[in-house]
Structures are given as C-alpha cells and as structure tokens.
C-alpha cells in the first residue's frame, strides 16, 4: 500500500522551501503520496482558523506530516501552532540533529551529535503560570513524571542502537534540583541499565554547555528535560552553522510532524532566496522514520556533497543560488 504524508506548506519562505524539498523527494522514488493541508495564516485566511479540524484529521490519519513553517500572529490571544500541535498529538520527542556540513562558517568540522528532547512537561506547562495581584511576585511550576521521563529516556536509547549510536548521555541538574531534575536522573539511570550495548553518561547542565562549546565532539546522543533541551537543541545548531541546516523531528505514538527549525523568514520571503536544507534534512529523517533509511541516507550524502562542491548555495550559505536552483543541484547528485 503506498504511504500517504500529510504536507504544509506554511507560511513565508515555507511554499518555496516546501517546493523544493517534494522535487528533490520525487527523484528519489520514494513512493510516498502527499495530502496538501492548510495551517498558518493561509489557513486563517481560507477556514478562519490557524490549525483547521480537517489538517488535524490529516495528521492523524496519515500519522506523519512534513511541514513548513507557519506564523502564529502576535496578540489576539492565538496559542502557538507548533506548542498545540505537540499536545495534540503529545508529540513527546523533539529530535534535532546536529551535523557539521562542508564550507560554512561554524567553528567546529567535527560536530555529530543528536539532541533529544522531551516534549510535553517539564517547565512548559500551560497551567499553574501565575502572577500575584501586586505584580510582585511569578511562579511558575513544573512537572516531571516518571512515565515522561522513562518514555523519553527509551526513545534515546532506541534511537541510539537504530542509528548506531554509542553513547546516550543524560543532562540534568539534580543537584540543586533534586525533586523534578532528581527523578529524571533516576529514571534515565534505570533505563540505561536495560541498554548495558551503549555507553550512558550523566552530565549536568552547565558543564554540558561548556563542554559543548569547547569539545562537542564528544557527545552522540543528548536526553535531556523539556527546558534544558530547548536551549541545548539551539546552542548545537549554532555549533553547525545555524538555523538554514537544522532539521527537527516532533514525535509522538501515533503522530510525527518534521520540519525546519527556523522560522518563516519574512524578511526574503517570495524572493527565492531561502536556503532549503532544514526542511530537506527534515525528510530525510521522515524518509527513516518511514522505514527508508537508504533514501534517508543518499539525500544526506547529496546535501554534503552539493555543499562540498559550493554548487548553487544560497546567500546565507556564502553562494548567490536559489532556492530551486540549490535543490536541482542537490537532486542531481542523488
Ligand atoms: P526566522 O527563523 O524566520 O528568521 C531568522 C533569520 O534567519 C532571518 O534573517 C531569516 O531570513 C533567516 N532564515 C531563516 N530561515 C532561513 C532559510 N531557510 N534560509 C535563509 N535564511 C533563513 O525567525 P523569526 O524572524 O524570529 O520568525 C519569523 C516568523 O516565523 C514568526 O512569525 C514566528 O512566529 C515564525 N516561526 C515559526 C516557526 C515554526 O513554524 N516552526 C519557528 C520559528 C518561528
């Protein structure tokens, strides 16, 4: 039966990013199937609703989207689409590579690493945020559930052992916070007992970001908390050459979204100036998740080596390509 994606093109840059990545995926032959969906304002605007019941029903039958990304407009009390599309689908694994490519500007050529980050709990929940009458005082909670950690915690595990990973290390701050960071750790020891084939190792967060930023290479697969992941995830694509190459996976049990980290970029928008690699690196971890990891892998190879060439990079990228024009020079080297 052939496999049917959900597809969105978003807003911005999203339409000419989304374009070029379904080209270059048709010269694989991948024999998925896409269902055009509407978010966004373009959504708004047709359906009068950011995140329509019909996209939603498409996700979930389909039970993986590949999508652009979408403006959450400012004010007007709108949610952003991304955090409800998470608790819609508890989306609990946000999985964001970190690759170092050829001839961009990072300042590292050694960086291989995958930042796993739970999804759902920790610091970011909605409810329990509360300001006192007098504007004095903010408190805000947070929660750390032994399931959230356990299924997290596993997720990495298993990530590691499909990919060949070594080393799966657990980021915290138990010491001080010994209640939420302390029963993460806990658990993340539990698990890593049931996985003695990987190497597991336990960092706190500060080192971690130093260790980062001075030895990233190694590191191999980081779990961490909702909060500490977030920060993580960002600092590794700045280890990489920033947002125009990084890609991140929302997974859940029965859904999973794949997009480009960066936003809509309004600022060269329609003007065929945006760099398509995230959301390309975006399918080729859809392309595994689907069980094709040989496309996934010979769409990554072309990336590296159309970059290694400097052959039609865009201007973020130091060439004067475009977008299309870079994704035609990516699919002739599949
Ligand atoms: P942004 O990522 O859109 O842009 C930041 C800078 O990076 C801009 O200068 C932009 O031109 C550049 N840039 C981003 N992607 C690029 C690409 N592929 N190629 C070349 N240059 C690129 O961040 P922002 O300006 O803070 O946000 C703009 C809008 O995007 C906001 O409405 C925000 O809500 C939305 N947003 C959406 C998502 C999402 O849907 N996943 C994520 C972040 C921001």
Redesign the pocket.
């Known amino acids: 039966m052939t496999q049917k994606i959900t597809v969105i093109r ?1 807003d ?2 999203g339409p000419e ?1 989304m374009d070029a990545t379904l080209f270059v995926l048709d010269q694989l032959n991948t024999g998925l199937e896409y269902e055009d969906a509407d978010a966004g304002l373009v959504a708004l605007e047709k359906h009068g609703d950011l995140m329509p019941a019909v996209t939603l029903e498409s996700i979930a039958r389909n039970k993986v989207a590949l999508k652009s ?4 407009p400012v004010g007007g009390g709108f949610t ?3 955090v409800s599309l998470r608790r819609h689908f508890d989306l609990y694994a946000n999985v964001r590579p970190a690759h170092t490519f050829p001839n961009t500007k990072s300042r590292f050529d050694n960086v291989d690493l995958i930042t796993v980050r739970e999804n759902t709990e920790g610091a970011y929940l909605a409810e329990g945020q509360e300001v006192s009458a007098d504007g004095e005082t903010a408190f805000s909670g947070t929660r750390i559930t032994r399931k959230g950690s356990e299924r997290i915690v596993r997720y990495a595990f298993e990530l590691a052992r499909s990919v060949g990973r070594k080393k799966v290390t657990a980021v915290h701050k138990a010491n001080i916070i010994k209640s939420t960071s302390g029963l993460f750790l806990a658990v993340a020891r539990e698990v890593a007992a049931q996985y003695p084939d990987i190497e597991f190792q336990e960092m706190i967060v500060d080192n971690c970001c130093m260790q980062l930023v001075m030895r990233p290479e190694q590191f191999d697969v980081i779990v961490t908390t909702n909060l500490f992941g977030d920060i993580i995830s960002d600092l590794c694509a700045g280890l990489v050459g920033g ?2 190459l990084a890609p991140g996976a929302n997974i859940g049990k029965d859904a999973a979204i794949f ?10 928008a329609g003007q065929g ?4 690699c ?1 959301l390309l690196l975006a399918a080729a971890q859809m392309l595994d998740h689907v069980g094709q990891p040989e496309n996934a892998e010979r769409l990554r190879k072309a990336i590296v080596a159309t970059m290694e060439a400097k052959d039609s990079l ?3 990228l130091g060439g004067t390509g475009n977008t299309m024009g870079f994704a035609k020079a990516i699919a002739s080297r599949l």
Do not use: M, Q, R
């Open positions: 978003g911005g840059i990013i990304p979408l403006t959450t952003s689409i991304n947002l125009g997009e480009a980290v960066h936003g809509t970029a309004p600022d060269i100036k945006a760099n398509p995230a865009t201007g973020d």
